[in-house]
C-alpha cells in the first residue's frame, strides 16, 4: 500500500518534495552529480567533498534514544536490541537515488568485513517513494544481511538529525552516536574522484570497536538532501511495515528489553556486585526495592553524577540520562517494575575485576597498609612509593587498583622526580571509572628514579577495613609517536574570607608547544561552587571546552573529549574556580573560618590537570608556565614558592 503525498503530514511533504527535487534533473542525473548554479553569479559552483561539522551540534556524543521500528518482515525491533554488538551502524537508504546505488555494494561489503568484529548493521529508508517491496530489493540487490525498515514516521530522520540519503551513523553499545557521515571521500555532490583516499566509516567502526574517539566524527556526506521538521510522536509501531497510515501505541514498558538496556549502560558499571556502588542494581527486583530512592535520584538529576554543562565538551564519558531514558525509568517505576517477556533480556555482563590492562609490566603500591575505621573521618593522606625504574619507559595504559571500591574516594597519583623537584600528574581514579588506555600511538614518559606520590582519599562506610592501593603500567613495545603528558595549571594564591559565598581564584597556564588536548580534571575540595576552563589562543578569541555550574566535591571527573582539542603554541589555558565558604554550602565544615591552600580536605586547592599529547620527537624541556609569585600562609600573609613552583605540600593535585 502506497500512501498518496497529499496525506502525508506536512514535514513529510516536504523531505519528500525536497529529495525529488534534487534527485531527478533532465536527463535522469542526480543533481547530487551536477554542479548547481550560484545563486549570485549563474556559474558552476565548485564540487563539494566530505566537510567537517561541529561535532557537537550534530549530537555527536549524545546518546540517542531507544528508537522503534518494524523490519520488512513485521517484526518489530529497537536500537537496544543491539547492546551486545561492539557498534552498530545506521546506513540511510534510498532506491532511487543515484548515491544510495552507489555505495550499495561497497556498504554490503563493509558490513561483511565487520561481521566478525562485532559490528552489526541497521538499513533505514525515510522515504515515501519506496514500498516495503522495492526496500526488498534494494536489500536483496546488493547483499544488506542486516535488518531494513522503512522510516515512514521520521524517527530515525529526526533524532539522528539525517541530512542526505547517504547519511552513515556509527553508535557504541550504550547507543552514544560516535559518528556521522559519509562511506568515503570519492564520491561528492558534483564530481567524483578516482579512487578513495580516506575510508571514513571504517575509520568510525574501528575507532568505536578499539574504544577509541573518532578522528573525524562529524561529516557531511554526499546525497539527496532530506529535512525533517517536528518531531514525530514517540515510541510508534507500524501495524505494517510498509503502511505509514498510523502508529499503534508504543509496547509496554518492562524490565526485560528497553529499561535493562538503559539499566546496564547507565547505572550497572557501579552499581552490580563488588563493584563501587553502595548497593547493586541488576534485576527488576533491585529497582523496585529501591524504587524511592531511584526516583529521587533521576527526577533530581543526582545519578548519573554529572556536572558539565550541556554547552561543555561533548564528552566521551558522559553518562547523563538522555530525557527519553528519564521518562522510560520513571514511566516504569511508576507501573510497578513490571519485568516483562524473559526471553528478551540481555546477556549476563562480564564486569572487569583485577588488571583489565592485562598484567602490567611495573606495579607500584602505596607504602603502608592504611587502617580505614568503620566510622568517622580519613584524613587525606600523601604517600611516595620509589618505582626503582633504571630507565625511562614509555607507557601505554595505567590502572589504579583499590582493594576496597566502596571506601575508596578518589585517588590522584603523580610521577616525582626528586632531581627536579617537578612531578607530573599521570592519572586518576574515581568509582566505577576505567583504565587509562593510551591509542597505538601515543605513550607517557615515565622517567627513570621517578616516585610515585599517592593522594588518597578515603571514605568509611561502616565496616572498617585495611586498604592498600596500587599503580599498574603497561609498558609501550617502541617509542611513540606522540608523548602524553599532564600539564597541571594551579593556583597557590587560595585565601578565602570567611562566610564568603563567591570567591574567585584565576589559575593560568601558556603551551609553549602546538598540542593536542584529551581531557581536562578540574580539582578542589570541599568549599568549591563552579568552574570554568577557557582556551584563549594567540590572537585573543576563545572557547570555553569545560563549564560546571556545580561542583561537586566527592564526584571529580576527567572530562574526556569525543574529539580531543588541538591547541597552537601560545595558547593560554585558564582555570576560573569560584567557591562558597558560607552556611549555605552544605559541605562546608567551617564557614567561619579563613581558608587557605593546602592538602587536606578542608583545605582548597584550584586548578585543572590537562592532558595533551604532541609529537615524542619535540624537544624534551616543558615550560612550566608563569610562576606564582607568592603563595598565602595559612594566617594570610605570603611567602615564595619553592624553587620550580612545585607545591611543598606535598598535595601535588591539579
Known sequence: MRMPVERLPLRFQLARTRTLALATIVGGLCACFAPSPSAQDGTLAPAEYAAELVPSEWSIGATIPDLGFVDLDGNAGHLSDYASSK???????????????KYGLRTAEIERDCAAKGVAFLYVNPTEDD????????????????????DLLGRFGWHLKVRTTADAFVLDPARRLCYRGPIDDQIGRGATRVEVKRHFLCEAIDAVVAGQAVAASALTAPGCLLEFLTEPPPEPLLTDPGVAAVATPAKPLTWYGRVESIARARCQGCHHDGGAGPFPLMTAGDFAGAATMVREAIEGAIMPPWFATDASGPFKNDMRLSPPEKAALLEWLAAG????????????PNWPSGWTIGEPDLIVESPKLVDIPATGVVEYLVLDAPTKLTEDVWVQAIQILCDHPTICHHVLAHAHEPATNRQEFIDSYLPGRDATVFPPDQALLLKKGAVIRFNLHYTPNGTPVKERTRIGFK?????PKYRVSGQVVRSYEINIPPHAAHHVVVSEYRFTYDAVVRRLVPHMHLRGKAVQVEFVAP???????????TWHPNWQYAYEFVTPIAVERGTLVRCTSYYDNSAKNPFNPAPEKRVVQGPQIWDEMAGVFVESYRRADAASARDRGPREPTRPR?????QRPKSGGEPDDGGGAP
Open 87 to 101: 557498534a552498530l551502524v545506521v546506513v540511510i537508504r534510498d532506491v532511487g537515488c543515484p548515491v544510495s546505488k
Open 131 to 150: 514500498d516495503v517491496h522495492e526496500c526488498r530489493v534494494d536489500a536483496k540487490r546488493y547483499g544488506f544481511a542486516g535488518r531494513y525498515t522503512s
Open 337 to 348: 517494575a513490571p519485568e516483562g517477556d524473559a526471553t528478551s533480556q540481555l546477556p549476563p
Open 475 to 479: 609498558f609501550a613495545k617502541e617509542k
Open 539 to 549: 590572537d585573543g578569541s576563545s572557547t570555553m571546552p569545560l563549564e560546571m555550574a
Open 634 to 638: 595559612r594566617d594570610g600573609s605570603t
